[in-house]
């Protein structure tokens, strides 16, 4: 059974630019939630979409948006990149309702490393 | 609101002991997960702790005192490959029964032979 899986691995692109990011959840799991992790920081939650809508949302600017698909997979869009948002973004997804730690939003995906030039 | 704290930086030697403290607060409490991650992974699963005292697993041991806000991950017989960052996270929820991680900011574990 393949956990969480996300898409690219890596990436580099230019300040300014726009990036998409996807995220394939666990099988059977409905949530799917975002975070930003800079170099030496801990992650930093971004969104949580639950029902193919934003259903929580960290301290981020509107450039970070979303989209969770019927199936519950998801995108992460960044635009206007700057610098600044060079980091590894992780995805984790969860089961609404789910009371096992497997279906917690325990797990992450392996990650995708972006570098902004 | 939430804060979690942890130290930035230990250093230990193979074979060694170290224990890495966490300290938190947070509205409610719904419980404690260690992780680790080494350097450019993704963060791994370590431990869960929702109920006061010791949970082992393996080399790994996690404590857990709710009164004082408190946790501690345990490494015994160190080795090499444990050389990590190893991160402390609550989760919160706002309504749903899934909620997200606050995160510490990590302790760089460096072990020496």
């Known amino acids: 059974d393949a956990g969480v899986t996300q898409s690219p691995t890596h990436l580099i692109k230019t300040r300014g630019q726009q990036v998409t990011l996807r995220c394939s959840p666990k099988?059977?799991?409905?949530?799917v939630s975002w975070y930003q992790q800079a170099l030496g920081q801990g992650p930093q939650f971004i969104f949580q979409?639950?029902?193919?809508?934003?259903?929580q949302r960290g301290n981020f600017p509107d450039r970070f948006s979303g989209h969770q698909f019927p199936n519950y997979s998801s995108e992460l869009n960044v635009n206007a990149l700057l610098l600044g948002d060079s980091a590894l973004y992780l995805c984790?997804?969860?089961?609404?309702?789910?009371?096992?730690?497997?279906?917690?939003?325990?797990?992450f995906g392996q990650g995708t490393r972006l570098t902004v030039v | 609101g939430q804060n979690i704290d942890q130290p930035t930086e230990m250093t230990a030697t193979e074979g060694a002991i170290v224990q890495i403290n966490c300290t938190y607060q947070?509205?409610?409490?719904?419980?404690l997960f260690w992780y680790q991650q080494h350097a450019g992974e993704a963060p791994t699963f370590l431990s869960y702790?929702?109920?006061?005292g010791l949970e082992e697993k393996g080399r790994f041991s996690s404590f857990l005192s709710r009164s004082k806000g408190y946790s501690y991950l345990l490494l015994k017989e160190l080795q090499m490959k444990d050389s990590a960052s190893y991160l402390c996270?609550?989760?919160?929820?706002?309504?749903?029964?899934?909620?997200?991680?606050?995160f510490g900011k990590g302790t760089k574990l460096s072990v020496k032979p």
């Open positions: 099988s059977g799991h409905d949530t």
């Open positions: 979409y639950y029902e193919e809508e934003e259903r």
């Open positions: 996270a609550v989760p919160v929820y706002y309504g749903g029964s899934q909620g997200n991680l606050i």
């Open positions: 984790a997804s969860s089961l609404e309702g789910g009371e096992v730690l497997s279906d917690t939003e325990a797990f």
């Open positions: 947070t509205s409610g409490f719904n419980g």
């Open positions: 702790n929702v109920l006061d």
